[in-house]
């Protein structure tokens, strides 16, 4: 039973606090968060302790992991922190905005020898992991190109946008770690097109509400992405993989089941799920089993800091091409 | 190239005589139908003769094969004289609406010895064929039940009602064809239910426009039918073969492929095609091709006589069935 | 909070007693199990008491709520004892396999005025709850015919299939339930057949695997039940109703939404969910959520002791429609 | 009554020829082919006179039309020479691989004001005219993201791919085309990435045959196309148009529509029509009635010589982008 405390109790603290609760491999010791009436309800409905100080939990003999779903720019301390403590560490991305301080970071975790997972949850989609299996699998043969589509619900607000570091860093950075997954080799090149055709005040803000990317790998695989930040049939996740061999796809997912024929249409289904905490919160579950399962066995983090890096990097060379339009190299 | 002959020139006359028009083995020698400007105009657009005497078209020495697409009650007459011509007939279902004048007639049909096909043309819907091919393959082990949805966009005329036997003999006919076909067994006991949910007017003409069937083959294979004489989302066609190794369904047909995603529904695709001419019209199209060919070769029809008249008895057992609210032994 | 005793640790015991566990509105006290090992494990699991004595248990005071989860035969007794004890009852389904027995329990019941619920479970799957509401809502206008589609991954043991009291009683008692409740009227008549197509010695045990049933209600609305012990693709469960102004339908359930697309087939997806504790795990937590707001809200229970006697009192009529291979007027 | 002459009896011209002979609106004169016994075996299968003579053809005074099916390098003189002739041309894309010529072409094709239609026959998919007519009627609002998928079954003999123009002249000109009727927009800025995944060969010709394609319109609308030149399911024809108001997609186009449910997969389908004249064969009917209709009604031809010039200029940015790995302005 691994003794776990989590660190922030906002949207996706309260996510991964539940989920440690629910677990039959976990206990949730303590929920931390600065805020004490956020703390303290969520730490009641849970049936735990609360505190206002990280810091101080993650001294705590009684905790062997922390989950860390803080703000961002507390994500560096606070895994460095934990690690130096010989706790396990899962962390919500990204590490860090900065590219330099991220990877100065990553040398500090990876000299730690400590269990650390960035928590790149859409891996752990019974969808997604179900593409990645197959693919391992040899059921399509050689990847030749990986089609992902990403599309919010609606756009966060301004103030949201501007401490986010930008759509490539901030929305589409989950997508760079799913095309480096399913390529199963590393982009190199990344050509990049933003625009914004949602919120005029996001181009205020110098950002992009809607991309398209297309990438390359050494040996010639292709991927494209394309997102908006607005979709008025909810939360669009799809990922296509093309092989030598044949295609897999994802579906979406929906409240319900329901399909309806009248004069107007047939086979109509509900809206999307509306975002991601609906969307993944079977991926959150066992994103969080998967951290506890290396932990315990000891085995390989499915997700490392260094996929972190790499997922970074795609970004930065995107924000490049978009400046220079033109493929820039990825470092 | 088989000469032939089109008898009839309403609505399902005109189908055939624009499919054996366009026929690469056929060629369209005459239409002939008691009304003149009917004949003429469907001649005139498909570039051959006309006749309003149909008797007279079966003995021209230049034609091998007739189609018969008049009314019901010149079905048994014009087979038999073309018959016993020597031509080969596809003669529109039903054969008669009288089982006993039915029965009469197959013996003679089988006694000419010609060819004879009786125009069951939903069997050569490429699903449906594919269907009854995979069955015979073994695809799904042994049949275990059959269930067949059959709902028209809206019911006809009174005028047609009165003159079409009621809707066993007039609409399930197909489906108690399609059942037989598909269970590969007859069907040995009949249970039937029918109301009047659309047209009251149905009613006062004691027939039903909602019924729902069940069937049971000797070895105890199942089948179920429901139909409807109006749907409004289009015309609804569906078959399931549900077998130890698996199940087999048709999917919808529908004017094109669009999928609609909005606020308020996904993936909503157009009302299904509006009834059987546009449902069936490739069915239509393969019908005439594999008459000609069992003309051509001296092959079996893939529909005999004997076909009608099992279809027929389902139909007349049904109708027993809810006379007397029981289970009917097929005769 | 709601304090809840759960009776009886076995397959569906356990999971009524982890909903409970995860419920923000209950509270699981304690479990009571017979086979103390099972009754120890399942609290040591989800941190509550545990006794081998179901009666000890509901005379506790610091119990509200009683979800009974034990062998059929228990049900009656247990939950007259609760409901005299002033609790709230949420009871498996069925009451009893004799009618007598079950319309006898059912007069207690009633006239204990206390909260009791029956589980049938189907009805809170969110795409059942869907299509009800859908329907009451007027989108489909006059609902013409249900047709319901029940089959299971497997057949259950000899012994198991011994003690249920036949297919119809055991299996489509669910089914039976669905119908009522969307045709939103009585059945008055019933038709049904019975053939083992799957198990031989389930026809020794006097019973069947394989099953059709038609009925209609006094206003002339239809309904289609079809169900099989055995399905090569996993447990089908399936829903459909047809009105005058449209049609609604449930889709299938799988472990993922992976298509695969590869030289012999296209758009494949998973086998579906294999049986009813997977496939309505949602509608047992939905169940459950229902059943609490109905007693602290102290509003109608959404299934009553009623709906059993009905359901049951259809399972007979088609057990002696069976016998008299007749439509049977039900009681 | 259009009198028709179709030059040129290939496979394509072949398609012309038959969708000519079907029509209710136009009459087949004389099928042109410099191989004699091509053209007489397709004079003789659609009953119609042959010629080994383009040029005789264009000059008969009994035709009104040509439909020019011949090899690309023949396109310009042909049309030219018909034109002056008075006739009215639709014309196999491309009018010419070299940009330069096609130009010179057009400025005579537009100065003769006679009828000319190119052969974009993708846009008359009934998918893609519905696709069209609901972004037009505004169901999808402002179009933010067309995304369109081609991949062929199989690809062409060496001999082929180095006569072709290369796969951005040869194969993405078509969607080219669709991306610039579907965006309602020019694209002003191209990026593009090609690969030889499938085919070594493919590479020592210079040529590649798996590539991505995104491009931008002045408005900021994005456009991502991606092709190979093999897939193993079938011909994958896909259109995506997402707009602020919901999204249009169009389905697979199969040879039948059964669904396949067993123990490994379920609702798996056929394959999908494994080519452009099975994939296309409505559309390429329909083209020829909007060609007529157009030439009979003297109204705006639907696709016309600068549509041509328009895609051609954006496979030149393509092929521009894929050198400097930049971005590329379309001239």
């Avoid at 500090?108 to 699998?137: C, H, T, V």
Wanted: aromatic share 6%; net charge negative.
């Amino acid at each position: 039973m691994l003794k776990v405390a989590v660190l922030g109790a906002g949207r996706i603290g309260q996510i991964h606090a539940a989920n440690v609760a629910a677990s039959a491999q976990a206990e949730l010791v303590v929920v931390a968060d600065p805020v004490e009436a956020t703390a303290s309800s969520t730490a009641q409905k849970l049936n735990c302790e609360f505190s206002v100080d990280p810091y101080a939990v993650i001294g705590r003999s009684d905790v062997d992991a922390v989950v860390i779903g803080t703000p961002t720019d507390t994500h560096v301390p606070l895994t460095l922190v934990a690690l130096k403590a010989g706790k396990a560490v899962l962390c919500e991305k990204p590490l860090d905005l900065d590219q330099d301080k991220a990877n100065a970071a990553i040398v500090e975790i990876e000299k730690s020898g400590r269990p650390f997972m960035l928590a790149f949850n859409r891996r752990f989609d019974p969808s997604a992991s179900e593409i990645k299996r197959a693919i391992e699998a040899g059921e399509i043969g050689d990847v030749r190109q990986v089609i992902i589509t990403s599309r919010d619900p609606s756009p966060p607000p301004a103030d949201y946008i501007r401490r986010s570091g930008g759509i490539f860093k901030d929305m589409l950075i989950h997508d760079f770690d799913m095309a480096r997954w399913l390529l199963g080799e590393e982009p190199v090149e990344v050509f990049a097109m933003g625009n914004c055709l949602v919120d005029r005040d996001i181009a205020q803000l110098n950002d992009y509400d809607t991309t398209m990317v297309i990438m390359r790998t050494a040996s010639g695989k292709q991927c494209h992405i394309n997102t908006c930040r607005h979709a008025s049939y909810g939360h669009d996740q799809r990922i296509e993989v093309f092989g030598s061999k044949g295609m897999l796809q994802n579906g979406h997912v929906r409240p319900h089941t329901v399909h309806r024929f009248n004069d107007s249409s047939t086979d109509a289904q509900a809206p999307l799920l509306n975002f991601f905490l609906e969307r993944y919160k079977q991926a959150y579950e066992l994103e969080l089993d998967a951290f506890i399962e290396a932990v315990e066995t000891g085995s390989k983090m499915p997700v490392g800091a260094d996929d972190g890096r790499k997922a970074l990097a795609l970004a930065e060379a995107a924000l490049k091409s978009l400046e220079k339009r033109a493929g820039v190299l990825v470092d």
